[in-house]
């Protein structure tokens, strides 16, 4: 059966997914993070065994493994692996999510019943216009949707019904992985590289239907830690420095129309305060650094630096301190050496009928460490849109497409083998 006559199961998987709360969370040092990610990787796992995939399961990290078995005849077929995530963004709840099915979008604002506030409109998101008379699935209006990236995982778990049930189309081994933790920067901490055992991936965590995605900020991490001397209120002339004042003045002196995430876009990059907390002897602020040049990333931190050094100078006694600790690098690195990666994924795009539009990632993906860890990994479209929070939406038809791109790039790798 070709992949334009298949019934498509996405939907129905997406709409099971997305009702399973499984928001991750940044203040937990635990592998996964919460244990309810493992909730539906325990339901993803059971539904791959059902499908004959007798090797899936759940290790205790949270990760789900499985492989969809050769049908080529060809030995030399590289091994695929097609990645996505199970958690959200702790931006916004993911519990008790109700999944809505606005059937034949005719480009009207969408009112989400539990929250008639929260209004989705083509004026604040445009990609809908693109999709009128598609079906679009939201959320009630108090929740996100979690399309993020619970349909990469509906697009995942499709495709293996499709190819299982479907043992003509020749591909060759074909590893699926999904991860917890994706949202905190933990996707992949943990995962077992050899037992994956894939010489090429892509995860499904993209945006507009045509976007595939090489690049991606390279990131760092940058904590700056200020310490005052503790003196009694009442007795505290020339004796006290409060580590707070320090670390506000340090805040305060970041520039206000540049190098932050609210005035830049493009290539360009950023420092971001995330959090900031202390009390009178010590204060903490941690920021994340991003551009897409690594080199570029030294150049910001030594600019953050001496701006704390200069409010630490401003404050006679007090001291700091200043870490970075690497989170992640742009992917388009690896991908430069292995070219094929991206041309395939192109090519498949094509055999779907889809205009192809290489796209840059103001953020990070699985893909972006994995790519580093030895498995080359660009990124798919699966028309996730307004994620992180209730306006979040995702077209049906996006995520069919997605499907079908997948069947024709595992037939595309088989080919050139």
Same mark, same amino acid.
């Given at each position: 059966?070709?992949?334009?006559?298949?019934?498509?199961? #996405?939907?129905?998987?997406?709409?099971?997914?997305?009702?399973?709360?499984?928001?991750?969370?940044?203040?937990?040092?635990?592998?996964?993070?919460?244990?309810?990610?493992?909730?539906?990787?325990?339901?993803?796992?059971?539904?791959?065994?059902?499908?004959?995939?007798?090797?899936?399961?759940?290790?205790?990290? =949270?990760?789900?493994?499985?492989?969809?078995?050769?049908?080529?005849?060809?030995?030399?077929?590289?091994?695929?692996?097609?990645?996505?995530?199970? @958690?959200?963004?702790?931006?916004?709840?993911?519990?008790?999510?109700?999944?809505?099915?606005?059937?034949?979008?005719? =480009?009207?604002?969408? #009112?989400?019943?539990?929250?008639?506030?929260?209004?989705?409109?083509?004026?604040?998101?445009?990609?809908?216009?693109?999709?009128?008379?598609?079906?679009?699935?939201?959320?009630?209006?108090?929740?996100?949707?979690?399309?993020?990236?619970?349909?990469?995982?509906?697009?995942?778990?499709?495709?293996?019904?499709?190819?299982?049930?479907?043992?003509? %189309?020749?591909?060759?081994?074909?590893?699926?992985?999904?991860?917890?933790?994706?949202?905190? =920067?933990? *996707?992949?901490?943990?995962?077992?590289?050899?037992?994956?055992?894939?010489?090429?991936?892509?995860?499904?965590?993209?945006?507009?239907?045509?976007?595939?995605?090489?690049?991606?900020?390279?990131?760092?991490?940058?904590?700056?830690?200020?310490?005052?001397?503790?003196?009694?209120?009442?007795?505290?002339?020339?004796?006290?420095?409060?580590?707070?004042?320090?670390?506000?003045?340090?805040?305060?002196?970041?520039?206000?129309?540049?190098?932050?995430?609210?005035?830049?876009?493009?290539?360009?990059?950023?420092?971001?305060?995330?959090?900031?907390?202390?009390?009178?002897?010590?204060?903490?602020?941690?920021?994340?650094?991003? @551009?897409?040049?690594?080199?570029?990333?030294?150049?910001?931190?030594?600019?953050?630096?001496?701006?704390?050094?200069?409010?630490?100078?401003?404050?006679? *006694?007090?001291?700091?301190?200043? %870490?970075?600790?690497?989170?992640?690098?742009?992917?388009?690195? %690896?991908?430069?050496?292995?070219?094929? #990666?991206?041309?395939?994924?192109?090519?498949?795009?094509?055999?779907? *009928?889809?205009? #192809?539009?290489?796209?840059?990632?103001?953020?990070?993906?699985?893909?972006?460490?994995?790519?580093?860890?030895?498995?080359?990994?660009?990124?798919?479209?699966?028309?996730?849109?307004?994620?992180?929070?209730?306006?979040?939406?995702?077209?049906?038809?996006?995520?069919?497409?997605?499907?079908?791109?997948?069947?024709?790039?595992?037939?595309?790798?088989?080919?050139?083998?």
């Amino acid at each position: 059966m070709p992949i334009q006559d298949y019934a498509h199961t #996405v939907a129905e998987r997406f709409m099971r997914y997305v009702q399973i709360d499984t928001q991750s969370d940044p203040t937990s040092a635990a592998q996964p993070s919460t244990e309810k990610q493992k909730d539906l990787s325990r339901i993803l796992a059971e539904e791959l065994q059902a499908m004959g995939l007798t090797d899936a399961h759940l290790d205790e990290h =949270g990760y789900v493994y499985a492989t969809i078995p050769a049908t080529s005849g060809k030995e030399n077929v590289p091994v695929i692996c097609f990645c996505s995530h199970v @958690d959200t963004a702790p931006d916004c709840s993911g519990a008790d999510v109700k999944p809505i099915l606005h059937r034949n979008y005719d =480009g009207s604002d969408i #009112v989400l019943p539990d929250d008639n506030s929260v209004v989705i409109t083509t004026t604040e998101h445009p990609y809908l216009t693109q999709r009128i008379g598609d079906d679009i699935i939201t959320a009630s209006g108090k929740t996100l949707l979690g399309a993020d990236d619970k349909a990469g995982v509906a697009i995942i778990m499709d495709l293996a019904r499709y190819l299982t049930t479907h043992p003509e %189309v020749p591909h060759g081994a074909i590893r699926i992985l999904f991860t917890p933790d994706e949202e905190i =920067g933990r *996707g992949v901490a943990a995962v077992d590289m050899t037992k994956l055992g894939a010489h090429y991936g892509y995860t499904l965590d993209g945006g507009e239907r045509g976007h595939l995605e090489g690049e991606t900020f390279s990131a760092d991490a940058a904590i700056v830690t200020f310490n005052g001397i503790s003196a009694h209120p009442g007795y505290a002339k020339d004796k006290l420095v409060h580590a707070i004042k320090v670390a506000s003045s340090f805040v305060d002196s970041l520039p206000k129309d540049t190098w932050c995430p609210e005035r830049t876009d493009g290539r360009e990059g950023f420092v971001h305060p995330v959090s900031i907390q202390g009390g009178l002897e010590q204060a903490t602020v941690q920021f994340i650094v991003r @551009d897409f040049d690594t080199a570029m990333l030294a150049a910001h931190e030594e600019r953050l630096k001496q701006l704390a050094a200069q409010a630490v100078a401003q404050f006679p *006694g007090s001291s700091m301190s200043f %870490v970075v600790k690497e989170q992640y690098r742009n992917m388009k690195e %690896v991908l430069d050496t292995c070219p094929q #990666v991206m041309d395939y994924a192109e090519d498949a795009y094509r055999r779907a *009928g889809i205009d #192809v539009e290489r796209m840059s990632i103001r953020g990070g993906t699985d893909g972006s460490r994995l790519s580093f860890m030895g498995l080359p990994c660009p990124n798919i479209f699966t028309g996730e849109m307004g994620i992180h929070s209730k306006q979040e939406y995702v077209s049906v038809q996006d995520m069919e497409k997605a499907v079908e791109i997948l069947v024709h790039l595992a037939r595309i790798w088989e080919e050139k083998a």
